[in-house]
Nanobody, 124 residues
Framework: QVQLVESGGELVQAGGSLRLSCAASGRTFRDYAMGWFRQAPGKEREFVASISRSGISTYYADSVKGRFTISRDNAKNTVYLQMNSLKPEDTAVYYC?????????????????WGQGTQVTVSS
């Protein structure tokens, strides 16, 4: 079992920045690729970004490429999502997830463990 707890979501103006954190406990953090997803009201959960076990490789949805950066600190059992140039359409609940196989998965069904989510609201 892996327990994940997100934090850092809040209300921010368009053009602003936020950094989300996801703290992991339980099994060895470095054994898991990590991903961030988001879900807006009335929409399906969508892939945002993912990172390999080592942190060397990353993958982004086209909608956030160039604005968001995923990173991880295996010594702190934490994965981060730095979000810059935020837009109102980025408003959603953001979830982190752990995948025991690969960082290249973009479907939520491929991930094994999930956090409870943190709300990000971007005002125009």
């Amino acid at each position: 079992q892996v327990q994940l707890v997100e934090s850092g979501g809040e209300l921010v103006q368009a053009g602003g920045s936020l950094r989300l954190s996801c703290a992991a406990s339980g099994r060895t953090f470095r054994d898991y690729a990590m991903g961030w997803f988001r879900q807006a009201p009335g929409k399906e959960r969508e892939f945002v970004a993912s990172i390999s076990r080592s942190g060397i490789s990353t993958y982004y949805a086209d909608s956030v490429k160039g604005r968001f950066t995923i990173s991880r600190d295996n010594a702190k059992n934490t994965v981060y999502l730095q979000m810059n140039s935020l837009k109102p359409e980025d408003t959603a609940v953001y979830y982190c997830a752990a995948d025991r196989t690969t960082y290249t998965h973009t479907a939520s069904t491929e991930y094994d463990y999930w956090g409870q989510g943190t709300q990000v609201t971007v005002s125009s």
